[in-house]
């Protein structure tokens, strides 16, 4: 079998000798070209390469920007649901590993990889729905307005030479939403073919559940959303500080679904349009994708063979 090891170097979890380790082992029962990222955008270049050498697998070695750019170089050369398109393989070497740790595949990488050649041994693959916000894949969340300033901050702090932690990623949400909570409302959500929802400060769309973790517990904004549904959607329409706290203790109790007035929560959904009045950050799966006014939201069920 051919296959395509795509690593990230700087990615949280991953060192050169584990790296070494990794892809000798891969090597041992696989055709293997080993590519190590220098840019960003390398990742997706090299997956859209090997799937126009025809390779049979691809295989992600990095955080969840490692692996939402391989699955978006995937398809810039291979079409949804294509029988011909390489199995996607992952192996987990970031902080948080969401994609990863929904479709239950162990933390460590080396057992990662164990598993991995395991599945390919054995023929273990399934189909996975997948998300898109405009022209941008994602495999397990996106938002507009809190989230992704959240994540637009932690990127600036990352770059800065910061340590990214979940303490980090705490310190900043709420940093975040204390300027945040001062502001009008920009959003208005609209749903497939429903009447649109205006006055809303954030809106989360999820492909899978958890929407992320903060260190080991999972944070759950949408339980009825999986690989195997339509998407998940969580809007805020109250950013006071009771309303917001009773949202995020009943997401970090693990399986508690949120509820209340003050919030839109949907789930198995096709389509969904948001709009803002002014320019606001988009993120998916973690990464910032810059400023939008108006996002489509669409759930693209069957788009991708991933090995477990």
């Given at each position: ?14 060192t050169a ?9 891969l090597a ?11 840019y960003w ?13 025809g390779?049979?697998l691809v ?22 649901g294509?029988?011909?398109?390489p ?6 070497g970031?902080?948080a ?7 239950g595949?162990?933390?460590?990488p ?9 599945a390919?041994?054995e023929g ?11 022209e941008?894949?994602?495999t ?16 600036r ?16 949400a ?31 769309v999820s492909n ?16 009825e ?9 969580f ?10 706290l ?8 693990g399986?508690?679904?949120p ?13 969904l349009?948001?709009?803002c ?18 996002i489509?939201?669409?759930?693209v069920p069957?788009a991708?063979?991933?090995?477990v």
């Amino acid at each position: 079998m051919r296959a395509v090891l795509v690593v990230n170097p700087q990615a949280t979890s991953t060192t050169a000798a584990g790296r070494d380790v990794l892809a000798h082992a891969l090597a041992s029962e696989l055709k293997l070209d080993v590519v190590e990222t220098q840019y960003w955008g390398h990742a997706a270049d090299a997956a859209r390469t090997a799937v126009e050498d025809g390779a049979d697998l691809v295989i992600a070695h990095g955080g969840d920007g490692t692996v939402n750019e391989v699955v978006n170089g995937m398809f810039a050369a291979g079409d949804v649901g294509d029988r011909a398109m390489p199995t996607l393989g992952v192996v987990p070497g970031g902080s948080a590993n969401v994609f990863a740790r929904a479709l239950g595949l162990p933390r460590d990488p080396v057992e990662a990889t164990h598993r991995l050649l395991r599945a390919v041994a054995e023929g273990s693959r399934r189909w996975v729905g997948l998300g898109r916000a405009d022209e941008r894949w994602f495999t397990f969340n996106a938002g507009v307005g809190w989230d992704a300033e959240v994540v637009a901050q932690v990127e600036r702090l990352r770059s800065a030479g910061r340590n990214v932690s979940p303490a980090l990623y705490a310190r900043t949400a709420l940093a975040c939403y204390v300027r945040m909570a001062r502001q009008e409302p920009k959003l208005t959500l609209r749903i497939g073919d429903d009447p649109p929802v205006s006055g809303l400060h954030s809106v989360f769309v999820s492909n899978t559940d958890p929407w992320t973790y903060l260190g080991s517990r999972p944070v759950r904004m949408s339980p009825e959303t999986s690989f195997d549904t339509g998407l998940g959607v969580f809007a805020l329409q109250d950013m006071r500080a009771h309303s917001v706290l009773r949202h995020v203790a009943e997401m970090l109790r693990g399986r508690a679904k949120p509820h209340g007035r003050n919030s839109i929560q949907r789930a198995d959904v096709g389509h969904l349009r948001v709009t803002c009045v002014e320019p606001l950050r988009l993120q998916v799966d973690g990464d910032c994708l810059g400023e939008r006014t108006e996002i489509e939201f669409s759930s693209v069920p069957d788009a991708l063979r991933v090995a477990v």
